[in-house]
């Protein structure tokens, strides 16, 4: 992968992923409710055993499945990507029984996950959380408990959820340590959706997928619900996030390809002032432009996601990099194609209409660009003489 080509054989998967994704997964996704989990379409991404590539497959494959299916079906892609997402803590962390638990349920689609960092109060911020691990039977945590405890009581809020609140468990975040630990004083817990005080509240937004809050009201925890070290959850953030950045960056190449494809057919058989749009020469070269911007961002992903699996110096820097250019690259293309196909694009269930609701969230979530740029920066001087 020296020069960030594809071989013929990952060429192929591609072709194929785009096929199930047409004939098997975009059915089941337009069956599917706003704002609430498609459950068929999850449990038919673990029949044919794409849920399972989750756990057995590095960076590049996962990028290459999320590039694929975001091109046929943005809802597919992001339902195999959420069930990663709030899965791979207990992938890379879970204890035995937890993996034994959880992991064949998810890889069926039986089981639906969810990574719960984000608060009201700390989003880009991941080290400022603020829901509490409390110490059963104490009062507030202190820092030289963190690593004794064996049981807490769960207090606080998490919001802007993906698959809230209808998950069936919950990767969580939460302070074991004193209000000055930051990410020293951070837990990551495996949580069932069935803990008696967690409840959860949907949110109406501009993604077509379930996005809620959730309340921790003295919600049980013991040693058993750890994921990694109690004090070690930032870090089972930071390795998740660093692994998965790249392929946010590969759905939206997804998108873009999908929006630059459309824009090339219809430039091509639209006629306007004597002869097809593609004869203007504006129309040309934006489209040209179009193109190099798509390719660019495809081969940053593809080289972060390579460098991940390599476990190559610079991964974080490369994986918010990847990210970065990839999202604000998807948001210009769609919306160049928007211009380009007037207002039809703009009519309800146009391809383009929906692609530009899609497109907005990715510069957001799981690290907005700003924070991908102090990401960015903070690498560079790490690393500079």
């Not at 499945?65 to 809802?75: G, I, N, Y």
């Not at 960092?117 to 009062?139: F, I, K, M, N, T």
């Not at 064996?150 to 340590?177: C, H, M, Q």
């Not at 146009?350 to 530009?356: A, M, Q």
Request: proline share 6%; charged share 25%; with cysteine.
């Amino acid at each position: 992968m020296g020069n960030f080509s594809l071989d013929p054989g990952q060429q192929a998967r591609r072709a194929e992923l785009r096929d199930l994704a047409r004939r098997h997964l975009a059915p089941l996704a337009e069956k599917g409710e706003p704002g609430r989990i498609n459950r068929p379409l999850v449990a038919e991404l673990g029949r044919l055993g794409l849920l399972d590539r989750l756990f057995t497959s590095g960076a590049l494959d996962l990028c290459l499945m999320r590039e694929s299916l975001a091109q046929v079906s943005t809802e597919a892609e992001t339902a195999l990507a959420l069930q990663g997402l709030g899965a791979h803590p207990v992938h890379a962390y879970g204890t035995e029984a937890q993996r034994a638990r959880w992991l064949p349920e998810v890889r069926t689609g039986r089981a639906v996950a969810a990574f719960a960092l984000s608060e009201p109060g700390a989003g880009s911020d991941a080290a400022a959380l603020e829901l509490r691990a409390v110490p059963q039977g104490r009062g507030e945590p202190r820092d030289e408990l963190r690593h004794d405890a064996r049981s807490w009581f769960l207090d606080g809020e998490k919001t802007w959820i993906s698959n809230a609140p209808e998950a069936d468990f919950y990767t969580v975040f939460a302070r074991t340590g004193g209000p000055g630990t930051r990410a020293a004083g951070v837990t990551a817990f495996l949580v069932p959706a069935d803990r008696p005080g967690l409840s959860g509240t949907p949110l109406d937004m501009l993604s077509p997928h379930p996005i809620g809050t959730l309340t921790f009201a003295a919600v049980p925890v013991t040693a058993d619900d750890v994921l990694g070290e109690p004090g070690g959850g930032f870090r089972v953030a930071m390795n998740t996030l660093n692994l998965f950045r790249p392929s946010v960056g590969a759905f939206a190449v997804g998108m873009a390809q999908a929006a630059l494809d459309a824009t090339l057919a219809h430039t091509a058989r639209r006629e306007a002032f004597g002869g097809p749009l593609k004869d203007l020469q504006t129309v040309a070269h934006q489209v040209a432009d179009m193109a190099l911007r798509v390719e660019s961002a495809r081969l940053m992903v593809y080289a972060a996601a390579s460098a991940y699996d390599e476990g190559a110096d610079g991964v974080p820097r490369r994986a918010a990099m990847a990210k970065l250019l990839a999202t604000e690259t998807a948001q210009h293309v769609v919306d160049t194609a928007v211009q380009l196909h007037g207002a039809r694009a703009l009519r309800r269930g146009h391809l383009l209409e929906h692609l530009y609701r899609e497109v907005r969230a990715p510069r957001i979530y799981e690290g907005a660009s700003e924070v991908q740029r102090a990401v960015i920066a903070r690498e560079l001087y790490k690393e500079a003489p």
